[in-house]
């Protein structure tokens, strides 16, 4: 809580109202519990995958219902919120590839993107688990 010139206690700022903001902190809340959830069932592999996928859909999804103006990502630059859109689909992807057997090439949407091979990566990750 901010204070204005006359002292009175002032609610911070959100683009969404706050009935959208809390609906996404909820998701975001609940993809943390999912992710959590993936390690304490790491010992089922296909239980854990399910629970990461959820997490992160959660947790995006949370993101976007917060309508944001910039998204900063882990790897690249600073970007718009189609960013959120455009890790969705990412993990997605990641996801139904570790789930099927076999080597799999990095899609074209990703092949351009820095740290590519971090793709195999992330599958085998996944499949690790």
């Known amino acids: 809580m901010a204070a204005d010139d006359d002292?009175?206690?002032v609610a911070p700022a959100f683009s969404v109202g706050w009935t959208?903001?809390?609906q996404g902190l909820a998701s975001i809340g609940a993809?943390?519990?999912h992710a959590a959830a993936a390690g304490i069932h790491a010992e089922h592999p296909t239980l854990s995958r399910l629970f990461v996928a959820i997490a992160v859909a959660q947790i995006?999804?949370?993101l976007a219902a917060l309508?944001?103006?910039a998204v900063v990502p882990g790897h690249g630059p600073p970007a718009g919120p189609e960013a959120l859109a455009?890790?969705?689909r990412y993990i997605e992807a990641v996801v139904e590839l570790a789930a099927s057997?076999?080597?799999h090439e990095v899609p074209e949407e990703y092949a351009g993107w820095e740290f590519a091979e971090g793709?195999?990566?992330n599958i085998e990750a996944l499949r690790a688990r």
Request: glycine fraction near 12%; aromatic fraction near 4%; proline fraction near 8%.
């Open 60 to 62: 995006l999804v949370g």
């Open 7 to 9: 002292r009175r206690a």
């Open 101 to 103: 057997p076999g080597d």
């Open 119 to 121: 793709f195999k990566q």
């Open 31 to 33: 993809g943390a519990i």
């Open 67 to 69: 309508e944001p103006v």
């Open 86 to 88: 455009t890790a969705r």
């Open 20 to 22: 959208a903001a809390l």
